[in-house]
């Protein structure tokens, strides 16, 4: 109470001289250099125990704390009586308390690092669930959205169309999440656009005229339900390649998709692998003389020589040095390659979520699908007449498939909803911080570790590994230093079979990792310089600027705003259920393209008025 009275005396008045009244009592001659706060701050800690400062704990005491942690003291632990271990040296351990010890503490840093590492597997498992789930789910919507456009727009061709356009993005989707895929994803795209052909060019690009008559709504019924003979089909599949009526559009896009999903591919394998990698370090144990001995110094030497284990922790820097000097020899063969495979990915992963890769790729394959018909619409009557020399005129038959009612049944508007999902570009990002963050991740796990309440925030009045007092060895920078003081680096040191094999999937994922992302650079430099030179060229793609405005915007508005299937301002040939006659002309589609685009825009109920008069005159 006096103390407290004489401190409220201190008021403002008498505040300078409070003041140096204090700052005489603390720079009295003979007075230690350490700071005031210090040294109540280590007074703290050292009562704390219910001890003064540098006395010791009895053995008793220090059994009794070996018993705790299931570790048997022989019963002859009192004092000097006790044969004194190897290592320690403490009058409290013999060596097979040591042993026991040395054991003990071996298990608990593998089960730290166990548990580090498992974490790290957490987040690339996740991850690769993550991303993989998402992309499946973009296929799913787009092969939805391919089926409704030519559903609306080649409304004969839609049920002949179905099932290839299926196994084109069934395809697609092995070839993304299997290691394995069966069907060459380039052959199929090619097979898909071979088998098209005859589709196309009877429903969309022939003119089947009832020569001698007027076309009527009769007649256009009964030609809609014939189809070509099998032979005639088979000539126009065996013709395709010298006709090339798709124009360069078949060889583009297999291009652009087989780059896109082969990158996507690896991307998901690496996450895979990455996180199957980080599953088998599991089995690694410590095994090395040099570091267990290190981790019983740390850890357990201090208790031998009765110190207080509650209070007198390791210092920051022993922790460090001894866990890198460990870490070597746990997980130090892995450290580069995993150094290296992570920021592969980190480019990898730029590659792929680009404006030029997977998830791009895949939003406009429909629009790519229909620019290849809008090809060969456009040259309609010179391919007419090259198919009419391949093949002759050809020779029909009735088609029960295309019978009256057989393509109602195809969907009218997209099952999945208007809007594409949502990408997970937080969590991609997040994942891209994390993994740089630890690229070297096991020198990051030695700095997690040793942030762990069991040791000391400090290299300042803390065990050392020989005595209680401030750690001064020089701390190491890298798990393989070859001078580390506290554990002693072993160059003739070999590999066990199970790490070699752990290093080499590395060097494996690496290779293919650098290989995905060397291929998809080159390829959208190529790209870009081939789209310089051909600029205006009518093979090219429809521009997708306008992606954010379409499915993924979230208007959920497509023709008319019903049918949920967005078109744009992309190009889309003309949505009528008759063909084009001969008399068209390749200068004269691109009004009617243009034209095209306005009737689309149109409300579903006036568009299908105004295709049956259209149908009548």
Avoid at 71 to 76: G, K, R
Avoid at 336 to 345: D, Y
């Amino acid at each position: 109470m006096a103390g407290s009275r004489g401190l409220r005396s201190c008021t403002p008045p008498r505040f300078v001289l409070c003041a140096a009244l204090v700052l005489l009592v603390f720079t009295q001659p003979g007075a230690s250099s350490v700071p005031a706060w210090s040294r109540v701050h280590r007074t703290a800690r050292d009562t704390a125990g219910g001890r003064e400062h540098g006395s010791m704990m009895s053995c008793e005491r220090v059994n009794n704390f070996f018993s705790s942690i299931n570790v048997t003291v022989s019963p002859t632990a009192q004092g000097g009586a006790l044969e004194q271990g190897p290592v320690c040296g403490g009058m409290c351990c013999d060596a097979e308390t040591e042993r026991q010890l040395q054991a003990k503490a071996s298990k608990n840093f593998e089960r730290l690092v166990k548990h580090h590492i498992r974490s790290q597997r957490g987040l690339w498992e996740t991850t690769a669930n993550l991303y993989k789930d998402y992309l499946l789910q973009l296929t799913h919507q787009s092969e939805n959205k391919t089926h409704v456009l030519f559903s609306n727009v080649y409304r004969k061709m839609a049920p002949l169309s179905r099932e290839p356009i299926h196994d084109l993005y069934e395809t697609i989707r092995l070839h993304m999440v299997s290691d394995r895929p069966g069907d060459d994803l380039e052959l199929m795209t090619r097979k898909f656009f071979r088998n098209l052909f005859p589709v196309a060019y009877h429903h969309a690009i022939h003119s089947d005229v009832l020569h001698g008559t007027e076309r009527s709504r009769s007649s256009e019924a009964i030609v809609s339900n014939r189809d070509f003979h099998g032979d005639y089909k088979n000539c126009l599949v065996h013709t395709y390649d010298g006709l090339k009526p798709f124009g360069m559009v078949p060889q583009k896009l297999a291009s652009s998709l087989v780059s896109s999903v082969n990158a996507a591919s690896v991307l998901l394998r690496a996450f895979r692998e990455g996180a199957e990698v980080l599953l088998n370090l599991e089995e690694v144990g410590v095994s090395a003389p040099s570091c267990q001995k290190a981790l019983l110094r740390m850890n357990y030497c201090g208790s031998c020589k009765r110190y207080n284990h509650l209070h007198d922790k390791p210092c920051v820097g022993l922790c460090h040095n001894v866990m890198r000097g460990c870490l070597i020899e746990f997980v130090g063969a892995l450290n580069k390659g995993w150094s290296t495979l992570t920021e592969a990915i980190v480019l990898l992963i730029r590659t792929v979520r680009s404006p030029d890769g997977i998830e791009a790729e895949i939003k406009s394959l429909d629009v790519k699908l229909s620019n290849a018909i809008m090809h060969a619409m456009e040259n309609g009557p010179q391919l007419e007449k090259q198919v009419e020399q391949a093949c002759g005129i050809p020779s029909m038959m009735p088609s029960e498939y295309l019978a009256d009612g057989a393509y109602d049944d195809a969907p009218q508007t997209p099952t999945a909803g208007s809007k594409w999902s949502f990408a997970p570009n937080n969590d991609m990002l997040q994942f891209e911080m994390t993994i740089d963050k630890n690229k070297d991740l096991f020198i990051q796990l030695s700095t997690t570790l040793c942030e762990d309440e069991d040791y000391h925030p400090t290299d300042e009045d803390c065990w050392t590994g020989s005595s209680l007092s401030d750690y001064t060895q020089q701390v190491v920078t890298t798990i393989g230093d070859r001078y580390n003081p506290e554990v002693m680096y072993n160059a003739t040191a070999t590999v066990s079979p199970h790490m070699q094999t752990l290093v080499d999937r590395l060097i494996n994922l690496k290779t293919a990792v650098n290989k995905a992302y060397a291929f998809n650079t080159f390829r959208g430099d190529v790209d870009n310089m081939q789209s310089d030179m051909a600029e205006g060229s009518g093979d090219s793609y429809a521009s997708d600027d306008d992606e954010d405005s379409d499915l993924a915007s979230g208007s959920g508005e497509g023709i008319g705003g019903r049918s949920g299937l967005d078109l744009n301002t992309r190009v889309i040939p003309p949505m009528r259920d008759m063909v084009p006659s001969k008399g068209i002309s390749a200068s004269s589609s691109w009004s009617l393209l243009t034209l095209s685009t306005i009737v689309l825009s149109l409300p579903p109920l006036l568009l299908h008025a105004l295709s049956d008069r259209a149908s009548r005159h």
